[in-house]
């Protein structure tokens, strides 16, 4: 392999190409269905299975096959057969749905309006993950432009990843016997912990979230006259979430969302830790005079990717600020976000939120709590020598620096569903998501560089998986 060569003709790829047409996919909102509930006759999903379909077709590798598959009532999926030197699979796995906009873009900047600036390229869905399908591909083709033999390889392109894969498990069952068993899954929507080597990702938190819902009143009072005599829905509300979180340090109180974090991953911590140092928390855009919940890093490492955290990401029934009139409100609600340890079942923890919140409701009020959005986690299988080499030689070569690994605090349902079905296939779970690149935030961007320099690295794993 003539690496100078790869990586040229990626870069070429990547500016002439790839680069512009992500130009023109951040441009279309596709927002996934959980947050476009008629995203069907909007179009702009089949907008960007169009633009992937299309440039795809126009740089297809040798005797690659593409086929878009809508199944009913579900989001569609690209799928992309190449053959290879061997009859082993290969699966890498993207997808093409969006978040929503989100409030905070720079003035000059916003979630559809793609603007590159100092190598980066802002816009929604570009690095989460857009680029996925055009670097998986340049990666092939980098390979057989100098005939280097790689297994057969399988693309598969989702549309619902963003609301939990809800469509996912259906077109893996429709499709199980077209991909076959995977010795190897390259999946490129994680993150990195910097924009200097690869990163390994090896583990991934699931989610168990939903609304809480606690009614006191059939209608509005005056505050003046009935405060005192009505407790506040909002006061209640506190009172529950302080059955399932430490208000003062964030620590998860219920049991069924706490494990054990295995002793290879705190060591893989400590070192992503002196890696990155201060780094972990200083591309966070704190206000002035805050910081973060330790100064121990390696710890601020494992709360975010093995240890049970709350987020309360949504309210409802609250007016706005310009609307509140003195009024004991009937009704509060809260949309809650629960990461939980890779290693945790999500439908046993979402079934341990529901209980402690419902049960025994504080002044006899009306408590519900309903899941929404409940998937379990991925741990990865130990690493097999041969990839742990490649892994390595690839970010030598084209990083100049070790491969890393480290755990992620965010969802991938396609690995937990893959890890359950395929117990022996290996795993290269990487992603351009680093330092400020604020996925589902304002400002999103796509580190051009770095993604070069990732689609090499694949490159090179894909042709040492076929030595191995």
Known sequence: MNTTTIQSYI??????????????????PNKSPMFDHDWKSHGFMHQAVDLIKNWCLSHAPKNMHL????????????????????DETLLLYGHLDKQPEMEGWDADKGPWQPVMQDGKLYGRGGADDGYAAFASLAAINALQQQNIPHARCVLLIEASEESGSLDLPFYIDHLQAKIGSPTLVICLDSGCGNYEQLWSTTSLRGIAGGVLSVEILSEGLHSGGYSGIVPSSFRITRELLDRVENPKTGEILLPELVADIPKQRIEQAKKAANILGDDIFKSIPFVRGA???????CQLLLNSTWRATLSTIGAGKLPALEDAGNVLRPKTQLKLSFRIPPSTDAHTANAAIKKTLEDNPPYGAKVSYTGEDVASG??????????????????????EKDNAYIGEGGTIPFMGMLGEKFPNTQFLITGVLGPKSNAHGPNEFLHIDYAKKLTACVAMVIAEHFVR
């Not at 870069?11 to 279309?28: A, E, G």
């Not at 991925?378 to 990083?399: D, G, M, R, Y």
């Open 11 to 28: 870069n070429q790829l990547w500016d002439q190409s790839i680069t512009p047409t992500l130009v023109d996919f951040i441009k279309i």
């Open 67 to 86: 086929e878009v598959i809508e199944l009913e009532n579900r989001t569609p999926v690209i799928y992309i057969d190449i053959p290879g030197q061997s």
């Open 291 to 297: 910081y973060p919940v330790s100064d121990d890093l």
């Open 378 to 399: 991925w741990h990865a299988p130990i690493v097999a020598p041969w990839l742990e080499q490649a892994s390595n030689k690839a970010s030598n070569t084209f990083f």
